[in-house]
């Protein structure tokens, strides 16, 4: 069996997304997508023909079976679910609201996800055809039992010379388990090849302090000599990094940071207009990384393709991109 897929491992879960400033109780209408940020970029790279594998938790029913065979529509590896629990988790969000906002209910404790146990999964076997894993903060922030896994999961990818991604997706709501994202992330990052985030995300959950306190009121000058700091403090104290990339959303453009083998590259300027949603965008954003890498494009190719991939999903409905690569190339500035 050739060795070459990604291995995409966090939490599996329903959004519910009742539409913004309607009574959804009384018309009994409120939609669902799969989500999950590390079930996002899974599907957008099964999407863009990139052989992938998935790695969950769910319970055994019907739903679980129902779930399951949707992704495998959609050309996603699920051999490596694990059976347990239950209870698949979720949250609840208005329609076009970001994952920040204060509205966001969750409703994932006790999930089979949050009670994973160390040592129940055969990593060896998992990552026998695997050359790329992926995995979120997320994961690390909602039980001692998930960031032991994710660790675990790490040392075996670690001891197979298996590059490991991170997206850096603070959620302050999710970290209640009595350890700060500092702790638990400096420990993890540790292993790490590629990083995602932001620069407030990285003071939060590395430490590591923003020379700016907010995007408002700085020129995009200012923000991109920002960013470079950091990842320079980034390199310094996680030296397996080789490739780091930071998003900014401002309120009506994007563009994105990647410091890659010494040198800083700055996407294009993206401008947005009558955004439909934007959960499901820094996911985006991140499977684009990983496409351009894998794909050996240059600095430049990787950082605007995953900038346009992200601006592109503002645009769209639920929580996973279903861009072609064409629409994307075709939108690249």
């Given at each position: 069996?050739?060795?070459?897929?990604?291995?995409?491992?966090?939490?599996?879960?329903?959004?519910?997304?009742?539409?913004?400033?309607?009574?959804?109780?009384?018309?009994?209408?409120?939609?669902?997508?799969l989500g999950g940020a590390e079930l996002n970029v899974a599907t957008a790279l099964a999407n863009w023909d990139m052989p992938v594998k998935y790695g969950t938790a769910m319970p055994s029913h019907f739903l679980t079976d129902t779930i399951i065979s949707d992704l495998a529509k959609k050309n996603i590896d699920t051999s490596a679910i694990q059976f347990s629990g239950n209870r698949i988790g979720c949250f609840y969000l208005a329609a076009g609201l970001d994952m920040k906002n204060a509205g966001v209910v969750y409703d994932r404790d006790n999930s089979s996800f949050?009670?994973?146990?160390?040592?129940?999964?055969?990593?060896?076997?998992?990552?026998?055809?695997?050359?790329?894993?992926?995995?979120?903060?997320?994961?690390?922030?909602?039980?001692?039992?998930?960031?032991?896994?994710?660790?675990?999961?790490?040392?075996?990818?670690?001891?197979?010379?298996?590059?490991?991604?991170?997206?850096?997706?603070?959620?302050?709501?999710?970290?209640?388990?009595?350890?700060?994202?500092?702790?638990?992330?400096?420990?993890?990052?540790?292993?790490?090849?590629?990083?995602?985030?932001?620069?407030?995300?990285?003071?939060?959950?590395?430490?590591?302090?923003?020379t700016i306190k907010s995007s408002e009121g700085y020129t995009q000058e200012h923000l991109v000599e920002a960013a470079h700091k950091s990842m320079l403090n980034l390199k310094k104290q996680f030296p397996l990094l080789n490739t780091m990339a930071y998003t900014f959303r401002l309120a009506a453009t994007y563009?994105?940071?990647?410091?890659?083998?010494?040198?800083?590259?700055?996407?294009?300027?993206?401008?947005?207009?009558?955004?439909?949603?934007?959960?499901?965008?820094?996911?985006?954003?991140?499977?684009?990384?990983?496409?351009?890498?894998?794909?050996?494009?240059?600095?430049?190719?990787?950082?605007n393709f995953a900038a346009a991939a992200a601006v592109g999903k503002l645009y769209e409905l639920g929580d996973a991109t279903e861009q072609s690569l064409e629409q994307i190339k075709n939108s690249m500035l």
């Amino acid at each position: 069996m050739s060795i070459h897929k990604v291995f995409c491992f966090g939490e599996i879960l329903l959004h519910y997304a009742p539409p913004s400033g309607t009574n959804y109780i009384e018309s009994q209408n409120t939609p669902f997508y799969l989500g999950g940020a590390e079930l996002n970029v899974a599907t957008a790279l099964a999407n863009w023909d990139m052989p992938v594998k998935y790695g969950t938790a769910m319970p055994s029913h019907f739903l679980t079976d129902t779930i399951i065979s949707d992704l495998a529509k959609k050309n996603i590896d699920t051999s490596a679910i694990q059976f347990s629990g239950n209870r698949i988790g979720c949250f609840y969000l208005a329609a076009g609201l970001d994952m920040k906002n204060a509205g966001v209910v969750y409703d994932r404790d006790n999930s089979s996800f949050a009670s994973i146990q160390k040592g129940s999964i055969d990593w060896k076997e998992v990552l026998k055809d695997v050359s790329w894993f992926h995995f979120s903060a997320i994961s690390a922030s909602l039980t001692q039992n998930a960031t032991d896994v994710c660790e675990e999961a790490l040392i075996a990818a670690t001891e197979l010379g298996i590059p490991i991604s991170v997206d850096l997706n603070y959620r302050a709501k999710l970290w209640q388990y009595g350890k700060t994202p500092i702790e638990v992330m400096t420990r993890l990052v540790k292993y790490c090849t590629v990083l995602m985030g932001n620069l407030w995300a990285v003071e939060e959950m590395l430490g590591i302090k923003s020379t700016i306190k907010s995007s408002e009121g700085y020129t995009q000058e200012h923000l991109v000599e920002a960013a470079h700091k950091s990842m320079l403090n980034l390199k310094k104290q996680f030296p397996l990094l080789n490739t780091m990339a930071y998003t900014f959303r401002l309120a009506a453009t994007y563009f994105g940071v990647m410091y890659n083998k010494n040198n800083l590259y700055t996407s294009p300027t993206y401008n947005m207009n009558e955004v439909k949603n934007i959960v499901g965008t820094g996911d985006c954003f991140m499977a684009g990384l990983i496409y351009g890498i894998r794909h050996n494009n240059t600095p430049d190719e990787i950082i605007n393709f995953a900038a346009a991939a992200a601006v592109g999903k503002l645009y769209e409905l639920g929580d996973a991109t279903e861009q072609s690569l064409e629409q994307i190339k075709n939108s690249m500035l």
